[in-house]
Nanobody, 115 residues
Framework: QVQVMESGGGLVQPGGSLRLSCTAS????????MGWYRQTPGKQREWVAM???????NYAEFVKDRFTISRDNSKNTVYLQMNSLKPEDTAVYYC?????????WGQGTQVTVSS
């Protein structure tokens, strides 16, 4: 049973920064393309960013140039550095493989951007 744990969320003012972390148990992490996703109440979960095995990255247009995804395979961890945060970035953030798999969803971490 894979365990995935996201952390690092919180309350931040518009224009502020947060760094999210996601650590997964089990083997094989370094072989997966990993991604960050987010969800707000009443909306479908949406993809935010991804990082491949070789470190290649891709971002949703609405976070490009503000968010940076990275990974440390020795720690089975993927990060999301979020800068210039906006109120519309408020959501629960999750990590998962890309494409996502049912057994890889964690509890998520809440990010609230508000003054």
């Amino acid at each position: 049973q894979v365990q995935v744990m996201e952390s690092g969320g919180g309350l931040v003012q518009p224009g502020g920064s947060l760094r999210l972390s996601c650590t997964a148990s089990g083997s094989g992490f370094s072989f997966y393309t990993m991604g960050w996703y987010r969800q707000t109440p009443g909306k479908q979960r949406e993809w935010v960013a991804m990082i491949g095995r070789a470190g290649n990255t891709n971002y949703a247009e609405f976070v490009k140039d503000r968010f940076t995804i990275s990974r440390d395979n020795s720690k089975n961890t993927v990060y999301l550095q979020m800068n210039s945060l906006k109120p519309e970035d408020t959501a629960v953030y999750y990590c998962n493989k890309v494409p996502s798999t049912l057994n890889y969803w964690g509890q998520g971490t809440q990010v609230t951007v508000s003054s």
